[in-house]
């Protein structure tokens, strides 16, 4: 697919991560307007919540996008989604005879707040990846036993806290928690000190089910996509983990990025899953690619220090989708609701320089990571912020994500101190 032209001239940059090719989901407010739906286009971010008022999109049979949210929209159905997105392709291609009536509603994206785009019913994460699994693996057990045996069988995951998920822009403080060093008898009450990222995309379910669905329902039921940053504190874990499974260290927060891409602007780049090592029960083969070629970048800025990229991979390095992911977590009968947040794991290429997490690029802190200016990084200092950036490269245009990102702010004083 080439480029969709649109009479918003910013929308035609080549560079530019939002085109009429992309038109992705985000909620914004500004000095005037009150938190609402939008939809990012070139330099804009435009008002669909007023066009829908004014009578200019009627995606559904009653309003849906003044909200502050978009999970209205995304129960009412695919078929509203696809109905929504044909209104607004119509409304912003060049040459629409509406241009006069929509561009009022235009906003520059440099002057909008903007705010998490949607209520994050659920939220599971996986550990999906094969290279992260299998550098995590060896350093703890070794090469020999590095994934676990129903690793190549099952997606793994846990469920994770909803309440703990926020926007791109917001301020992770450094937790507190029990740690344990090698040589302790008993732990230690102090904040984390290997306190991590992990690079990975985030499937938001738009529709519900009440039953076990093939993973050609579960695509379908995908809304969209967006990056995010699952925030670790890795000492916090090792203490914990055993015997059921990271807890208080996945619970500081998890950033999303501002924008949800939909399924339908990411149909171009769909790409297959790996090759099994060993056959998948029939219930979570794939009838089809279902996972998309999105180049991915991790930066990190020291505090007051220029960012530099640490860290460069692909989604398609991913081992099982987000739709196998949720074919799966289906299968027990466990209800999943309009809003579920599915992390799919830490993406991880073959290579050093494409490690999605800070564990496995100084792998556990003995070979510390060299940033310019000189100084290195084992795990995440105060001041520092990390920024996850995304996209798909169509012909002569770009599908972005906009930026994940979050600044690492000093744990707080010791809050159970007398």
Sequence with gaps: MSLIRSWVDTANDPTCPFPLNNLPCGVFSTAALSIRCGVAIGAFVLDVAGMEKAGLLAPGDGPLLNTPAWNPLMAAGPDVWDRLRRQLMGHLAEGSGTRDQVEPYLHPLDGVTLHMPFAVTEYTDFYAGRNHAFNVGTMFRGPENALPPNWLHIPIGYNGRASSVVVSGTDVRRPWGQLKGPQDDAPRWAPSARFDLELEMGAIVGQPSTGPVSVAEA????????????????????????????????????????????????????????????????????????????????????????????????????????????????????????????????????????????????????????????????????????????????????????????????????????
């Design 219 to 418: 695509d379908a039921m995908i809304f969209g996509y967006v990056l995010l940053n699952d925030w670790s504190a890795r000492d916090i874990q090792a203490w914990e983990y055993v015997p059921l499974g990271p807890f208080q260290a996945k619970a500081t927060a998890t950033t999303i990025s501002p924008w949800i891409v939909t399924k339908a602007a990411l149909e171009p780049f769909r790409t297959q899953t790996p090759a099994r090592e060993k056959p998948l029960l029939p219930y979570l083969q794939e009838p089809g690619p279902m996972l998309y070629d999105i180049a991915l970048d991790v930066e990190l800025a020291p505090g007051g220090g220029d960012a530099s990229v640490i860290s460069r991979t692909n989604y398609k390095e991913m081992y099982y989708s987000a739709a196998q992911q949720l074919a799966h977590h289906t299968t027990s009968g466990c209800p999943m609701r309009v809003g579920d947040l599915l992390g799919s794991g830490t993406i991880s290429g073959p290579v050093k320089d494409s490690r999605g997490s800070l564990l496995e690029l100084s792998w556990g802190g003995q070979e510390p990571l060299s940033l310019p200016g000189g100084q290195t990084r084992s795990f995440l200092e105060d001041g520092d912020r990390l920024t996850l950036t995304g996209h798909c490269q169509g012909d002569g245009y770009t599908i972005g994500f906009g930026p994940c990102s979050g600044t690492i702010l000093p744990a707080l004083s010791d809050p159970f101190a007398r």
